[in-house]
């Protein structure tokens, strides 16, 4: 059991098996995440050997900058090789995103990056946009932040923008409804 919930993929294999052999996990939104449950999220995380998918969207406003150490950094640098990255919904800004972003480094395979529903602002871009110039994302989602068109143009003269095959920036700011492919 986690947090009270027996974890499964989507084989029905229990979280001991996960650890070894899941290839994605999603964490639902009603876990109402602390600090304890963070770090055990994080211990588990560490362990994992074939991870490409991992959603933890939709913990609106929990989220604190201890937490996401807790969850990214204190146990890390993971060893498995993620593809897809859900962290919308959350709630956070700048500072949050200023503790995830050196961690994206590690996962040269990344290839889709969710941070819907936040509250990213035009800094906040800037700093994803310097990260993009190191990480080559593909798809890269960020809908309904506060994002203006200052901040997406940080986002798209990044050195690595030419990878990007779909932009989702929706929501933002001045930018209105925009789809980018």
Same mark, same amino acid.
């Given at each position: 059991?986690?947090?009270?919930?027996?974890?499964?993929?989507?084989?029905?294999?229990?979280?001991?098996?996960?650890?070894?052999?899941?290839?994605?996990?999603?964490?639902? +939104?009603?876990? +109402?995440? %602390?600090?304890?449950?963070?770090?055990?999220? !994080?211990?588990?995380?560490?362990? #994992?050997?074939?991870?490409?998918?991992?959603?933890?969207?939709? %913990?609106?406003? $929990?989220?604190?900058?201890?937490?996401?150490?807790?969850? =990214?950094?204190?146990? !890390?640098?993971?060893? =498995?090789?993620?593809? &897809?990255?859900?962290?919308?919904?959350?709630?956070? !800004?700048?500072?949050?995103?200023?503790?995830?972003?050196? =961690?994206?480094?590690?996962?040269?395979?990344?290839?889709?990056?969710?941070?819907?529903?936040? #509250?990213?602002?035009?800094? !906040?871009?800037?700093?994803?946009?310097?990260?993009?110039?190191?990480?080559?994302?593909?798809?890269? $989602?960020?809908?309904?932040?506060?994002? &203006?068109?200052?901040?997406?143009? #940080?986002?798209?003269? $990044?050195?690595?923008?030419?990878?990007?095959? $779909?932009?989702?920036? &929706?929501?933002?700011?001045?930018?209105? &409804?925009?789809?980018?492919?």
């Amino acid at each position: 059991k986690l947090f009270g919930i027996t974890c499964y993929d989507e084989n029905g294999s229990k979280i001991d098996d996960i650890i070894n052999s899941a290839t994605k996990i999603k964490f639902p +939104h009603a876990l +109402h995440l %602390n600090l304890d449950k963070c770090r055990e999220i !994080g211990l588990v995380l560490s362990r #994992c050997k074939m991870l490409q998918e991992l959603c933890l969207n939709g %913990n609106r406003g $929990s989220f604190r900058e201890d937490m996401l150490v807790a969850l =990214f950094l204190e146990e !890390g640098p993971y060893n =498995f090789p993620l593809k &897809s990255l859900d962290l919308g919904n959350n709630q956070f !800004g700048t500072r949050e995103l200023t503790t995830i972003l050196p =961690f994206l480094k590690s996962w040269e395979e990344l290839d889709y990056l969710s941070l819907d529903g936040n #509250c990213i602002d035009n800094e !906040g871009a800037q700093l994803l946009a310097e990260t993009l110039d190191t990480v080559r994302i593909r798809r890269l $989602s960020l809908n309904r932040n506060q994002i &203006s068109k200052e901040g997406l143009s #940080c986002i798209l003269s $990044s050195q690595n923008a030419r990878y990007l095959t $779909s932009l989702m920036i &929706s929501n933002n700011g001045d930018i209105g &409804s925009a789809e980018i492919d």
